[in-house]
């Protein structure tokens, strides 16, 4: 049987006896591409979340007890599965996601070396000595949290999930996972599919597709002690407030609207590919994607006219059929979002350099220049393959531009002196910074996270963020006798 034959899960969620019947039924898994129902997955509702909470409560305190040795080797195992079964994990991710085949192997990739890097996080010296002014032993231990709520969005499913999921449970968590319902089997299905043949233990892992009454469901619930968000701005927001009202830290991974800044000294053919890279990856369907090109003035128009070339040239069309640089976008409701915001931008005065124009779900790549700063796919995060193209004069004019946003996730500076780029760097507020790259990069070894309205800072990856996001500290005092008091 293969490794993700839907007989298995046809219809089902995740929980404490493996593959269950849903109390909220189930819904077609749809293939962006052709519209196709290419199967059938579980949706869980609020009562799912409940029991799948209670049995993962019950579960976590014999796995936070167990050795090192025996969670990392489940968290190994995951990630020779990852890579074992790549190639049947990919196809999911191209057809449901609308993915090109390179960046469904690099999700596959990076979900295997999150599951390595967390098992090595099982071994990470548990605390520290305390000085005391008593005579006793005092220290500082990491504890886990006990029951980890992770949800996670559609646009890059596996990496999403998989680098909450795989370090909460290797620090001796259970986890009540909620994939996007659009993803739900690249993004769902593939992980517990995989921490199944690992051997994870039973009730440790729950999988349940949903939308917001089951994310909600997830925060609210009281045996859940940390929620773990990746997703829109807007939606981080309520799940915010939701979780300061329960008293719950929330670790939120939230929107963005990235500024490529482009100084006058720039290879311009390379700044133009990393540009184009930058904005239409996956459809421009990445929390990092370069959604304003800041550009020297000296250098913009022929770095306007040659990124327009180049998006002219680059093929669309279905990824699991052709051979295309960007696929479809997720569903028509994206679809008019983006263009909504790309029509709004011309109607204000902006000019399209290319595209700007799409059939079914398939938006051609486009450039955007002449805009102001109150251009709407200048001004909000877009979503889309879309790459507006601002002129700057001066440094400061420069800093001041890309400092100009309620986000501050990813900054690429591309210039030929890289140390006069850290120096721009310097006065522009983000979470992360690539000096002669564009802004889309992950790494599983690497602390990944935005400021502002991109979120709580660094919630993910390496190895302090894994464990600040994911463990309490405890402070335990020792000594030989009871200690003695006045009354």
């Keep these: 049987m293969d490794f993700l034959d839907p007989k298995i899960w046809s219809g089902s969620i995740f929980g404490s006896g493996g593959w269950e019947a849903s109390r909220a039924g189930d819904a077609p898994v749809v293939e962006p591409a052709t519209g196709n129902e290419i199967g059938r997955a579980g949706v869980a509702g609020p009562a799912d979340v409940a029991a799948a909470a209670v049995s993962a409560a019950r579960s976590r305190r014999e796995w936070a007890a167990a050795s090192f040795e025996e969670r990392a080797a489940v968290l190994r195992r995951a990630g020779r599965l990852f890579e074992d079964h790549a190639a049947d994990i990919q196809k999911w991710i191209i057809r449901e996601s609308g993915s090109i085949p390179g960046k469904a192997a690099f999700e596959t990739y990076v979900a295997a070396q999150e599951c390595y890097e967390a098992a090595a996080l099982a071994s990470q010296p548990p605390g520290e000595l305390l000085p005391t002014a008593k005579k006793r032993l005092s220290f500082a231990r990491r504890v886990p949290v006990g029951v980890v709520g992770v949800i996670a969005p559609f646009n890059a499913p596996l990496i999403l999930g998989i680098r909450s999921v795989a370090p909460a449970l ?158 479809p976008l997720i569903d028509e409701r994206q679809r008019d979002k983006v ?128 464990i600040d996001a994911f463990t309490d500290t405890q402070w335990v005092t020792m000594q030989g006798d009871i200690a003695r008091y006045p009354f």
């Design 339 to 466: 263009h909504a915001l790309v029509t709004g931008s011309v109607d204000s005065g902006a000019r399209l350099a290319a595209g700007g124009t799409y059939e079914g779900l398939f938006y051609r790549p486009t450039v955007l220049t002449d805009l102001t700063s109150s251009a709407p796919a200048y001004a909000q995060e877009v979503f889309g393959p879309v790459a507006p193209v601002m002129p700057f004069s001066t440094l400061e004019e420069a800093a001041a531009l890309a400092s100009d946003s309620e986000y501050g996730l990813s900054l690429g500076i591309l210039t030929g002196d890289a140390m006069r780029g850290l120096a721009l760097a310097d006065l522009i507020p983000t979470g992360i910074v690539h000096i002669n790259d564009q802004t889309v990069d992950d790494e599983a070894v690497a602390p990944f996270g935005g400021v502002g309205a991109s979120g709580t800072g660094s919630r993910f990856g390496g190895t302090q963020a894994n």
């Design 170 to 327: 290797a620090l001796g968590n259970a986890v009540v996972f909620k994939p996007d319902p659009r993803t739900a089997v690249c993004g769902g299905v593939v992980i517990a599919r995989v921490f199944e043949e690992a051997g994870l233990p039973a009730g440790l892992l729950h999988m349940l597709p949903g939308g917001a009454e089951t994310g909600e469901a997830i925060v609210t619930d009281p045996r859940v002690g940390v929620i773990s968000f990746t997703g829109s701005t807007a939606a981080g927001r309520k799940v915010g407030e939701l979780a300061a009202r329960h008293l719950k830290r929330v670790h939120l991974e939230l929107g963005g609207n990235s500024a490529l800044v482009v100084l006058d000294d720039a290879d311009l053919d390379l700044a133009v590919s990393a540009g184009a890279w930058g904005s239409f990856f996956h459809q421009g369907q990445i929390c990092m994607t370069s959604g304003r090109h800041i550009v020297h003035s000296s250098i913009k128009d022929e770095y306007v006219e040659r990124l327009a070339a180049k998006a002219g040239q680059m093929p669309v069309g279905d990824p699991a059929t052709q051979e295309v640089a960007l696929g």
